[in-house]
């Protein structure tokens, strides 16, 4: 009995110290330089992927000015020397050379939180983590006199006052370390970091890009990166679905070109034409173009006897299966074994815009064009 009473002391006194230990640790600093940052939610880092981060201010005390743009969808920070831009949605990450970078930015609690160790490596910071009481995150430039086992024994008294009148303060907000939550069902695929590129031996000259299908969240990302690689598509939009006019608007402004999804039913050409008006409502302009996800379409002569062109896919992308690296690697294992003109359709899917990424890079290193289909185009 006795022994058992000493086995049980035992376990409750490391008990005792785990919880003492663990609420002690789960409140971590912000430190610049030789000084502490205050205690505050716009100030304390957290840990997310096992990589620190923290709001995107506390590198203003560098000098690092921060500004949005794109309607506050991209946040820039940037100095005499380097631009990082955070796109919020697009979860990438680049700089003023276009490379894309490995961490995205995140926004938690209305607050964005930028990854540390990229952000000092892109602006010649340093930082460390130093472990006691409370975790310090400390990040320092060539202002920093003290080390960080000097800063530690000249601050202790100091970082006990901060953890005291921060939790004396009556908050009811958990403090970070935050646990990470859960990935929205909605969300895109991240853009995956640039990679060097070998060119290939055997590509096209140029292929017909189309995305097929309704737009919807994901299809305004499409756009934009057509447009930061210079390239051109055509959206193919199924006659019967909803119009987004300002996606459409967007598209054409942008270069694009906008055609027609038609399936084997019956009254196709008056469906045809009467998506064709409300098309020349929204822009003034037509289109001419269709392209069937049946592949046993039995109306083709009546759809061309009214004046429109029928093409058909060559490279349809799995991007509604797959993720985006096995999507756009799918679609570059096809082109290495050819030389001849095609049609690559994606889709509008969460991994879209990330793969849409990947290919637009390879046709950049291997210099393949990228065209949109027009009505003098004839059908390959």
């Not at 064709?276 to 409502?281: A, G, P, R, S």
Request: include cysteine; aromatic fraction near 10%; hydrophobic fraction near 40%.
């Amino acid at each position: 009995m006795k022994r058992a009473k000493q086995i049980l002391s035992f376990v409750v006194l490391i008990a005792l110290f785990i919880f003492i230990h663990a609420n002690a640790s789960s409140i971590v600093l912000t430190a610049v330089n030789d000084s502490f940052l205050p205690l505050e939610n716009n100030t304390m880092p957290t840990k997310k992927s096992g990589e620190w981060y923290v709001p995107y201010n506390v590198f203003n005390n560098f000098g690092i000015i921060s500004y949005m743009q794109d309607n506050n969808d991209s946040l820039v920070m940037q100095n005499q020397n380097q631009t990082i831009t955070f796109s919020l949605s697009q979860g990438y990450t680049y700089d003023k050379d276009l490379n894309t970078l490995s961490q995205p930015a995140y926004n938690i609690n209305d607050t964005i939180y930028l990854p540390v160790k990229l952000m000092c490596a892109q602006f010649g910071l340093s930082f460390s983590v130093i472990t006691g009481e409370s975790l310090i995150v400390r990040i320092c430039d060539q202002n920093a006199k003290l080390s960080d086992s000097n800063f530690v024994a000249n601050t202790n008294q100091n970082t006990e006052e901060i953890v005291d009148d921060y939790k004396n303060e009556g908050k009811t907000e958990t403090p970070v370390v935050n646990p990470e939550p859960e990935p929205e069902p909605n969300t895109p695929e991240p853009v995956p970091p640039e990679q060097p590129i070998t060119p290939a031996t055997v590509r096209p000259d140029f292929v017909y890009l189309s995305f097929i299908g309704e737009t919807n969240q994901f299809s305004d990302d499409l756009i934009n990166t057509l447009q930061l690689y210079s390239a051109n598509a055509t959206f193919f939009i199924p006659v019967d679905s909803k119009f987004d006019d300002n996606f459409i608007r967007k598209a054409i402004v942008m270069g694009n070109n906008i055609g027609w999804v038609v399936n084997d039913e019956k009254d196709i050409v008056n469906k045809l034409d009467t998506a064709n008006q409300k098309l020349f409502n929204i822009t003034g302009t037509m289109s001419r173009i269709v392209i069937s996800d049946n592949e046993n379409l039995q109306n083709v002569d009546t759809i061309q006897n009214a004046g429109y062109i029928v093409w058909k896919a060559s490279l349809i992308a799995k991007d509604e299966k797959y993720n985006a690296s096995k999507t756009s690697q799918d679609i570059l294992n096809i082109l290495d074994n050819t030389a001849n003109p095609c049609i690559i359709s994606l889709h509008h899917k969460k991994s879209t815009n990330a793969a849409l990424t990947i290919i637009l890079r390879d046709f950049k290193a291997n210099n393949v064009q990228t065209y949109k289909i027009t009505a003098a185009n004839t059908p390959i």
